[in-house]
C-alpha cells in the first residue's frame, strides 16, 4: 500500500512545530513527506507565552523577550528575593517562536500542511491513518499534540488538577515596576481553599505581565480572574493603568501515564503526551528536551511504545499531587516551606528532573512529613 505521507504531526503548536523543525534540519530525515494538520497553521498570534530558567546564554537568547536575574517567592510568611545566578528566567511570546519555527518548515519542500480539524486518529498496524474534516490521510508514524482532557477526566486512578489562568499585560502611568525582578510567586493572595497565587513578570518600569494562577479542580469564570487581578493591582497601589494584552489558558496536573496511550506508529506529544511537569505546568523545557530525544529514537528504534518509562520525578510528582488533589489548600504551605529551607540553586535544579538523591533527600527533609507518609503508602498499594 502506497501512503500518503512518511509523518504525520496533529497540531501545529509549540510541540508540533519543534518536531517538525528538528525534522526540517536533520539530513537523516531529508526525503520524509511530511504533513502537519492543525486549523491555524502557521499560527500568527501572540496567543501565549513561555518562561523557564538556564543559564544566561543559550540558543533561546534572540528569541528572549525579557530576563530576570532575581525572582521573588512570597507568602504569608516569607518576602524573599532569590538571586538566580548563574541561570536567568527568561521568557518567549509565542510568536517569536512560531515565526523562527515556521522559517525552518515552509523552506522544506517535503513539509506540507492542512488547516483542517483533526477528527480521529487510528493505528492500523502497518500505517497509521488521519480523519480529517474533510478527508483521511495515510502515513507511516503520527506524533498527535492533541490533548484528550475527557480522557484525562474520567480516568479513577490518578486525580487531576488543572492548572488555569489569565494574565494581564499592563502600562502603568507611573513608574511602578522593578524590571530586574520577576515575581515568581505571590501567595499573600486569599486562597480560598484551592492553591493560588499571582505571577508578575516586569518588562520596564512601567510594563508588566500581572498573571492569576490556580491549582485546582474545577476552573473559573472570566469574572473570578478578573476580580482577582483588579483586586491586587489595587491594594499594590496601581491604579492608572492601561491593559494592553491578555492571555489565558489551562494545563493539565496528573500523574496519568501519558506514554500507555502510544502505539507502535503513533506518539502524544507536548501536554497530550505529559509533556508538561505535572506538578508545575513548565512545559516550554521539556519540548525542547524531549523533541530533541524522539527524533534520536525514531532513527534507532520502529515502536513508540518503547520511548517512555516513568521516572522517580514522576512518582514525586504523583504523590505531591495526590497531596493536592485531597487538600487542596495545602499548596501555599508546601511551597513556602520549600523555597523557605533550600537554597534556590537546589530547588530550580530539583524542578528541572537535574537533582541526585541526596539533593531530593534535602528538598523532602523540608515538608511536614506525616501527610506525605500517608499518602505514600496509600499509592505505593494503588499503582
Known amino acids: 500500500m502506497k501512503l500518503d505521507y512518511d509523518y504525520i504531526i496533529c497540531g501545529g503548536g509549540a510541540s508540533g512545530l519543534s518536531i517538525a523543525s528538528g525534522l526540517s534540519q536533520d539530513s537523516y530525515f531529508l526525503n520524509k513527506k511530511i504533513l502537519i494538520i492543525d486549523p491555524e497553521f502557521p499560527k500568527k498570534a501572540d ?44 521568557m518567549l511570546k509565542s510568536m517569536s517562536y512560531y515565526n523562527k519555527g515556521n522559517e525552518i518548515v515552509l523552506k522544506n519542500s517535503n513539509i506540507k500542511s492542512l488547516k483542517e480539524k483533526v477528527i480521529d486518529v487510528k493505528d492500523n498496524g502497518n500505517y497509521c491513518e488521519v480523519i480529517t474534516e474533510n478527508g483521511h490521510y495515510s ?37 511602578i515596576f522593578n524590571e530586574k525582578e520577576a515575581t515568581f510567586m505571590d501567595f499573600s493572595i486569599e486562597q480560598n481553599s484551592n492553591t493560588r497565587f499571582m505571577y508578575v513578570l516586569p518588562f520596564s518600569k512601567r510594563e508588566a505581565l500581572v498573571e492569576y494562577t490556580l ?23 496601581i491604579k492608572n493603568y492601561t491593559v494592553t494584552n491578555k492571555e489565558s ?16 506508529n503513533i506518539i502524544y506529544i507536548g501536554s497530550a503526551g505529559g509533556w508538561s511537569k505535572p506538578s508545575t505546568g513548565y512545559t516550554f523545557k521539556n519540548i525542547e528536551r524531549k523533541s530533541k530525544t524522539l527524533l534520536k529514537f525514531l532513527k534507532k528504534q520502529d515502536n513508540f511504545k518503547k520511548y517512555s518509562r516513568r521516572t522517580r520525578f514522576w512518582f ?60 505514600i503508602l496509600k499509592r505505593i498499594f494503588n499503582l
Not at 218 to 236: N, Q
Open 316 to 375: 514525586y510528582d504523583l504523590i505531591f499531587l495526590d497531596v493536592l488533589y485531597q487538600n487542596n489548600h495545602l499548596g501555599r504551605k508546601l511551597f513556602t516551606e520549600m523555597f523557605k529551607n533550600n537554597p534556590p540553586e537546589l530547588i530550580f535544579k530539583f524542578l528541572d528532573e537535574k537533582s541526585n538523591f541526596i539533593d531530593e533527600l534535602k528538598i523532602m527533609s523540608s515538608f511536614s512529613t506525616s501527610i506525605f507518609i500517608k499518602t
Open 139 to 175: 502515513s507511516t508514524k503520527v506524533f498527535n499534540s492533541i490533548l484528550n482532557w475527557k480522557l484525562l477526566k474520567d480516568n479513577k486512578k490518578y486525580p487531576l488538577l488543572i492548572q488555569h489562568f489569565e494574565g494581564w499585560f499592563i502600562k502603568t502611568e507611573e513608574d
Open 215 to 237: 491549582f485546582s479542580k474545577d476552573i473559573l469564570d472570566k469574572k473570578g480572574y478578573k476580580s482577582a487581578i483588579v483586586d491586587y493591582l489595587k491594594k499594590a497601589g
Open 47 to 90: 496567543d501565549r507565552t513561555w518562561c523557564f530558567w538556564e543559564n544566561e546564554k543559550s540558543q533561546w537568547d534572540d528569541l528572549t523577550f525579557h530576563k530576570w536575574e532575581k525572582v521573588i517567592f512570597k507568602s504569608k510568611e516569607i518576602d524573599k528575593v532569590i538571586s538566580l545566578n548563574p541561570l536567568r528566567y527568561k
Open 249 to 264: 489558558g489551562k494545563i493539565p496536573m496528573t500523574g496519568f501515564p501519558f506514554h500507555k496511550q502510544n502505539s507502535k
